[in-house]
């Protein structure tokens, strides 16, 4: 902490303050704006939901399958949440439930055959969406940001970890 | 579309289309962590939420004061989502509904002085948490990304645009 006042100093603080808060309001509006028009575009073109293709992509990446407790840490979201997309994916006979190979309180859920085919095609339009949403942006400037990027994952990796000594 | 099917196009707009895809992957989980660990600092040094937050910034900004419909639409959620944080914020003091100017079914949402006084001081936090959370970039980086950002803005919205256009 500086002692010095001068008005110079504090209005480049200020500013610089102001930088970083006007750029994460601008990275939350970009990142929230592209992922409507995905939300949007799944609902449209394959009457689904971004839950429920996030699920279908992490089991896609897990063909061992995943424990509910797994898939509601992935996913960020709570297991009453996780539970309902199932049930409607196994409905659909997209995913099933398997008893856990050690657990026998626990389950596995899987793709099925159909579900993977499904999700497969799903994936590739989806891609071919974020390639026309990331589209203002040349070769070059993606590698860029994509650089700059991993600099804030590890700096964000160090803030959490302090956080985790400091709780401890 | 091009006819060429030679493995080396082919393979470039792979890599093209992957290099899309990883960038938005990360870009969303940078976002996500940022948001979690504001929804978490607000949670444990305020005992208030996100969407309590976010309305109270809106209503700083308006000092007129909003209708819910506005309120709605500003903070992309539901009507019932924003009547339920109107609630829980008229009951501290944070907030008063006042009778609509012109329309006597609908009704206004402004800032008390409390609840004035009481976001400026959370608003200064969470802005030094910006600053914190966005300090694995330098000025240069941030201003960097900034205009990044810009590109992919109007992208997005000529996106956006064209597809109302079809859609009309």
Redesign the interface.
């Known amino acids: 902490m500086t002692q010095d006042h001068s008005p110079d100093l504090e209005s480049r603080v200020s500013d610089?303050?102001?930088?970083?808060?006007?750029?994460?309001l601008?990275?939350?509006?970009?990142?929230?704006?592209?992922?409507?028009?995905i939300r949007q575009r799944l609902r449209q073109d394959f009457a689904t939901t971004l839950p429920r293709f996030d699920l279908l992509a992490q089991l896609e990446r897990h063909p061992e399958g995943m424990t509910m407790r797994e898939l509601s840490r992935r996913l960020?979201v709570t297991g009453g949440n996780v539970t309902g997309v199932v049930d409607q994916l196994e409905a659909e006979g997209q995913v099933v439930r398997e008893p856990h190979a050690t657990d026998r309180r626990s389950f596995t859920v899987k793709l099925t055959a159909t579900g993977r085919r499904q999700f497969r095609k799903w994936a590739a339009t989806h891609?071919?969406w974020?390639?026309?949403?990331?589209?203002?942006?040349n070769?070059e400037?993606?590698?860029?940001?994509?650089t700059?990027?991993?600099?804030?994952?590890?700096?964000?990796a160090q803030?959490?970890q302090d956080e985790r000594k400091s709780n401890a």
Request: charged share 25%; net charge negative.
């Open positions: 610089q303050d102001h930088q970083a808060l006007r750029l994460w601008r990275l939350l509006a970009c990142t929230t704006r592209i992922e409507d028009q960020m891609e071919q974020v390639v026309e949403l990331l589209g203002g942006w070769a400037q993606k590698s860029e940001i994509y700059l990027l991993a600099g804030l994952k590890s700096h964000l803030l959490e």
